[in-house]
């Protein structure tokens, strides 16, 4: 059982990345996917999340800029991240949880069931 994120790199400001979270040994049908990120010396970020049922969540500092995905057949959820802009370097994680936990508007880690390795995204001219 394992939930890989991957898809991380280098890219100049403006520019795009898109990331997969993929599950082996289990089905992501009924389990809603967070993103998080963690940047150097600074605390773990909601990022976004997808509900099973497709409805999604973003943090108001990729609003507009990220989009969350899920292909149920690749049992796999996608974040394209267009824009991208130094602030966004971190490492990103996904987590896989009965739903998406949002408090006072920010997402945060719940009970996940399953946490993915991290990937590095690096924005930088």
Same mark, same amino acid.
């Given at each position: 059982v394992q939930l890989q994120a991957s898809g991380g790199g280098s890219v100049?400001?403006?520019?795009?990345?898109?990331?997969?979270?993929?599950?082996?040994? /289990? =089905?992501?049908? @009924?389990?809603? #996917? *967070?993103? /998080? &990120?963690?940047?150097?010396? +600074?605390? &773990?970020?909601?990022?976004?999340? #997808? $509900?099973?049922? $497709?409805?999604? @969540? @973003?943090?108001?500092?990729?609003? *507009? &800029? /990220? =989009?969350?995905? &899920?292909? $149920? =057949? +690749?049992?796999t959820v996608y974040l394209q991240m267009n824009s991208l802009q130094p602030e966004d370097t971190a490492v990103y994680y996904c987590a896989a949880d009965l739903g998406c936990t949002v408090v006072h508007g920010t997402l945060i880690p719940g009970r996940p069931d399953y946490w993915g390795e991290g990937t590095q995204v690096t924005v930088s001219s």
């Open positions: 100049q400001p403006g520019g795009s990345l898109r990331l997969s979270c993929a599950a082996s040994g /289990f =089905t992501l049908d @009924y389990y809603a #996917i *967070g993103w /998080f &990120r963690q940047a150097p010396g +600074k605390e &773990r970020e909601g990022v976004s999340c #997808i $509900n099973p049922s $497709n409805s999604a @969540y @973003y943090s108001d500092s990729v609003e *507009g &800029r /990220f =989009t969350v995905s &899920r292909d $149920n =057949t +690749k049992n």
